[in-house]
């Protein structure tokens, strides 16, 4: 997104509700979303300028209840985005329906990409009274995963993803 759309809750929120739009017209589940993709114009319409972010969350837990399958959020450049009040307004919002997701549908998780420590942007979330060591989706804690994929498995993966995408990825391996 351009600094531009960091403005102002109108134009954040416009602009990522395209976004979410172009990306889902992309995807598999088109056809399961469609009326809730011609349902953004609408809103936007119908809000104008006050087409918020508490608009955005309404329509992004509406899509993540009527979504066939879960939704993970990816957000990258986050260095690059948090001096923005708008963005940071964002993150709040998000750390609260990720935290009520038994109260609201909302992604299934959620990726901050491109981010440095994420320490540094809690920081500029919170208020110094509210600074603890963990962040709004304990992602700062170490934790053991087991990452040891077979041929088999990652094949596998891959056929799933082709499956959906249709990307044309040759998969192919020896044994």
Request: glycine share 2%; with cysteine.
């Amino acid at each position: 997104m351009s600094e531009a759309e960091f403005e102002n809750q109108f134009e954040f929120s416009t602009a990522l509700i395209y976004a979410m739009k172009r990306a889902l017209k992309r995807t598999v589940y088109y056809a399961n979303l469609k009326e809730y993709i011609e349902e953004i114009d609408k809103e936007i319409e119908r809000f104008g300028e006050r087409f918020n972010l508490v608009k955005l969350f309404t329509m992004l837990s509406d899509m993540c209840a009527d979504a066939p399958k879960l939704i993970v959020l990816i957000v990258d450049e986050v260095d690059q985005a948090f001096n923005n009040q708008v963005f940071l307004d964002f993150l709040t919002q998000l750390s609260y329906y990720y935290l009520n997701k038994n109260k609201f549908a909302t992604f299934q998780s959620v990726i901050l990409a491109g981010i440095h420590d994420i320490r540094n942007l809690k920081q500029k979330i919170r208020p110094d009274s509210e600074h603890k060591h963990n962040s709004p989706w304990n992602i700062a804690s170490d934790f053991d995963a087991n990452m040891n994929f077979s041929t088999d498995d990652i094949s596998g993966i891959l056929r799933e993803y082709e499956f959906d995408f249709h990307t044309g990825i040759y998969i192919s391996y020896n044994t």
